[in-house]
């Protein structure tokens, strides 16, 4: 039972993040393409020359890399790569999301097996996606300094942190609420679940590199396409994890 | 909904527990494809420039 839960997340894991790959190829890699040249740009106006660009915060940066030549992967490669990040990323989350639905079923939410993978689907993208998003939301190429990359990163993973215990947290108030009336469970889990999430994005810092000059329309869409990216990432998730559950059980009758 | 199959039994958690050690692994993949600049894979910049793309469109801080 848990086996073949666990092999289904892996298995729908990976071909949501093949969708999900293949709506940010044609949605988001346009933009990323679009940051790239005002980068470059940059870069070889602030050396003099556009011979060699080299990134502007390069010396002695642990992130340093680059895009264009001299780049360890080219482009060419950068844009296959994104296939085999979304479909691995779908994998490692497929695994997680399917032990967890292992835990969950019989226990919270739903008792119907569909809808409580939809449901937890829908809840995984508010938690590890949405409000993190909202707090540290996704930049394209020639946004953020790479010396502050992995505070940056320590604070989008607790973010993530946040999201995630704080649903637990709402979901466990609204559970041990003894009135039977749906909306005051509801209010109650709900006030529990937002309390902690603003105020992490009150407490936690405010993270704001965007170089002057960079188009905000270009930002927009980038971070439209992000998000959009993971929307149709858990959207394909949870439906296809639903509809596999429904034809193993037909299969055995 | 009376198409829709439902749960029967939750699955007791000690049976749960010994797949709980595939949730580490699921995690150091996640790692490596979403965050990884050398620390752990010991590449260099090879998994932060191979994964670029995807990171920036999966909304994680890239560089």
Same mark, same amino acid.
């Given at each position: 039972?848990?086996?073949?839960?666990?092999?289904?997340?892996?298995?729908?894991?990976?071909?949501?993040?093949?969708?999900?790959?293949?709506?940010?190829?044609?949605?988001?890699?346009?933009?990323?393409?679009?940051?790239?040249?005002?980068?470059?740009?940059?870069?070889?106006?602030?050396?003099?020359?556009?011979?060699?660009?080299?990134?502007?915060?390069?010396?002695?940066?642990?992130?340093?890399?680059?895009?264009?030549?001299?780049?360890?992967?080219?482009?060419?490669?950068?844009?296959?790569?994104?296939?085999?990040?979304?479909?691995?990323?779908?994998?490692?989350?497929?695994?997680?999301?399917?032990?967890?639905?292992?835990?969950?079923?019989?226990?919270?939410?739903?008792?119907?097996?569909?809808?409580?993978?939809?449901?937890?689907?829908?809840?995984?993208?508010?938690?590890?996606?949405?409000?993190?998003?909202?707090?540290?939301?996704?930049?394209?190429?020639?946004?953020?300094?790479?010396?502050?990359?992995?505070?940056?990163?320590?604070?989008?993973?607790?973010?993530?942190?946040?999201?995630?215990?704080?649903?637990?947290?709402?979901?466990?108030?609204?559970?041990?609420?003894?009135?039977?009336?749906?909306?005051?469970?509801?209010?109650?889990?709900?006030?529990?679940?937002?309390?902690?999430?603003?105020?992490?994005?009150?407490?936690?810092?405010?993270?704001?590199?965007?170089?002057?000059?960079?188009?905000?329309?270009?930002?927009?869409?980038?971070?439209?396409?992000?998000?959009?990216?993971?929307?149709?990432?858990?959207?394909?998730?949870?439906?296809?994890?639903?509809?596999?559950?429904?034809?193993?059980?037909?299969?055995?009758? | 909904?009376?198409?829709?199959?439902?749960?029967?039994?939750?699955?007791?958690?000690?049976?749960?527990?010994?797949? %709980? $050690? !595939?949730?580490? @692994? #699921? =995690? %150091? $993949? !996640?790692?490596? @494809? #979403? =965050?990884?600049?050398?620390?752990?894979?010991?590449?260099?910049?090879?998994?932060?420039?191979?994964?670029?793309?995807?990171?920036?469109?999966?909304?994680?801080?890239?560089?």
């Amino acid at each position: 039972m848990i086996r073949t839960l666990l092999v289904r997340g892996l298995l729908v894991g990976l071909l949501a993040g093949l969708v999900a790959g293949g709506f940010a190829f044609l949605a988001g890699e346009p933009h990323i393409d679009s940051a790239i040249a005002l980068e470059e740009a940059a870069a070889a106006a602030a050396s003099g020359d556009g011979a060699s660009a080299p990134h502007s915060h390069d010396a002695g940066a642990p992130a340093e890399h680059h895009h264009g030549e001299g780049a360890v992967v080219g482009r060419p490669v950068q844009r296959a790569g994104l296939f085999l990040a979304t479909g691995l990323y779908g994998v490692a989350v497929g695994g997680v999301f399917a032990l967890a639905f292992a835990g969950l079923r019989g226990r919270v939410g739903p008792r119907s097996e569909p809808l409580l993978a939809i449901a937890a689907a829908a809840t995984a993208f508010g938690a590890i996606v949405l409000i993190p998003f909202l707090k540290y939301p996704a930049n394209p190429p020639a946004v953020g300094d790479p010396e502050t990359i992995t505070a940056r990163t320590l604070l989008y993973v607790v973010m993530v942190a946040v999201g995630l215990a704080s649903v637990a947290i709402g979901v466990a108030a609204a559970r041990r609420v003894t009135v039977q009336e749906v909306w005051a469970r509801g209010l109650v889990g709900g006030v529990c679940f937002l309390v902690p999430v603003v105020a992490a994005w009150v407490l936690l810092p405010t993270v704001d590199e965007v170089p002057s000059g960079f188009p905000a329309s270009l930002l927009w869409d980038f971070r439209v396409a992000s998000l959009g990216t993971q929307l149709v990432f858990w959207a394909a998730f949870g439906a296809l994890f639903a509809l596999a559950g429904e034809r193993a059980k037909a299969r055995v009758g | 909904m009376s198409g829709l199959s439902t749960s029967a039994n939750p699955i007791p958690l000690h049976r749960l527990a010994r797949w %709980l $050690l !595939a949730v580490p @692994v #699921l =995690m %150091l $993949l !996640a790692y490596l @494809v #979403l =965050m990884d600049n050398g620390a752990i894979s010991q590449t260099g910049t090879f998994l932060h420039e191979l994964m670029h793309d995807g990171r920036h469109l999966l909304g994680v801080p890239c560089h």
